[in-house]
């Protein structure tokens, strides 16, 4: 049988202390109040969601997912209760049955619920229905859906995922669409260097550089796969040209004093490698390969000081392991 209630109080006051409770942070003490309420016939209106809300609150996702579908079962226009069904089904990773929930959320709410409409995208990019996907975040970004910039709008969200070859399929859709596209060719190089494919990615940044010949970043990645397959002369001058756009970019200096040792020009590759120090002091490569440099222009001191300070670089960027309780 169903409890009785306890005071005469009514269940608006007991939801509305619980919902204080809540907003002043006491969530287990919002949970006790709302779990008793919960339990009446007929149902107290907005408790399953606040109790819902109150378990999600301290990370409790299994409770709040039974919560929530107790609240839309009990009123099916709960906009919010189903959008919140819809975000803990993800963060339980399962993405197949918060789809439903969360394409009901971005209906209702088209121009207003970004959450809902991310936490879609990247459901359904986790099962694959990558057109969907790329749809959703159209929506988001107020691109069309077919749009080359659509395409290269999910081609990058899929490279921050780490799916570096179905990005490349969608930044190939956009080019396809639209050959002039700026930054799609940068992205092809950029996954052909991960994958060391050197010539096609030198390829991809002569493409992009055609396009948008202000991007010093193109210059830089060029420079870098120059230097991979060993031409210098195209490196250096590739690297020039993104040092002159770009004064601040550490990687082209790093990067002009490592082309430049190969070629044999130690006190010009001090200069850069030094100008890269001061950019950033806790840069690896600066110091190491500034120490390399010292060493052949018999700077021992010098070399042994950059050395020491590569590793202690090197030691500071080392996660740090938790011990004991």
């Not at 359904?124 to 057109?131: A, G, H, L, N, P």
């Not at 910039?149 to 179905?166: D, G, K, N, V």
């Not at 040209?241 to 990067?255: C, Q």
């Not at 222009?297 to 670089?313: F, H, I, P």
Request: proline share 5%.
């Amino acid at each position: 049988s169903l409890p009785a209630r306890a005071t005469t109080t009514p269940a608006s006051d007991d939801l509305a202390k619980a919902q204080d409770l809540l907003k002043h942070n006491h969530p287990g003490q919002a949970i006790a109040i709302l779990k008793m309420l919960v339990a009446f016939e007929p149902p107290i209106k907005g408790a399953e969601h606040e109790l819902g809300t109150a378990y999600y609150s301290v990370g409790e996702l299994v409770e709040a997912e039974k919560a929530f579908v107790k609240a839309i079962e009990q009123d099916a226009s709960d906009q919010d209760s189903v959008q919140m069904e819809g975000l803990v089904l993800y963060r339980l990773g399962r993405q197949n049955a918060a789809i439903p929930y969360l394409e009901r959320a971005v209906q209702w709410t088209p121009n207003a619920n970004a959450d809902a409409q991310t936490v879609l995208g990247l459901c359904f990019v986790s099962v694959k229905r990558y057109d969907d996907a790329r749809i959703t975040y159209a929506k988001l970004f107020d691109e069309p859906p077919e749009s080359a910039a659509s395409f290269l709008l999910l081609a990058t969200i899929l490279r921050h995922m780490a799916q570096s070859e179905q990005a490349a399929i969608q930044a190939q859709k956009a080019l396809d669409i639209s050959p002039g596209l700026p930054l799609a060719h940068f992205m092809l190089g950029e996954i052909a260097l991960e994958k060391s494919d050197h010539d096609l990615a030198a390829r991809q940044f002569e493409a992009e550089h055609l396009i948008n010949p202000d991007y010093a970043l193109t210059y830089e990645r060029l420079g870098d796969a120059y230097l991979r397959m060993e031409k210098l002369p195209e490196a250096q001058m590739a690297l020039t040209k993104a040092i002159t756009l770009d004064t601040t970019l550490i990687s082209a200096f790093v990067k002009m004093g490592k082309v430049l040792l190969r070629r044999q020009d130690v006190q010009t590759a001090i200069m850069y490698l030094e100008h890269a120090e001061k950019l950033d002091p806790n840069d690896f490569e600066a110091h190491s390969f500034l120490a390399q440099a010292y060493h052949r222009n018999g700077q021992e001191d010098d070399a042994k000081r950059e050395n020491a300070l590569a590793e202690k670089v090197h030691h500071d960027s080392q996660p740090v392991l938790q011990t004991g309780k």
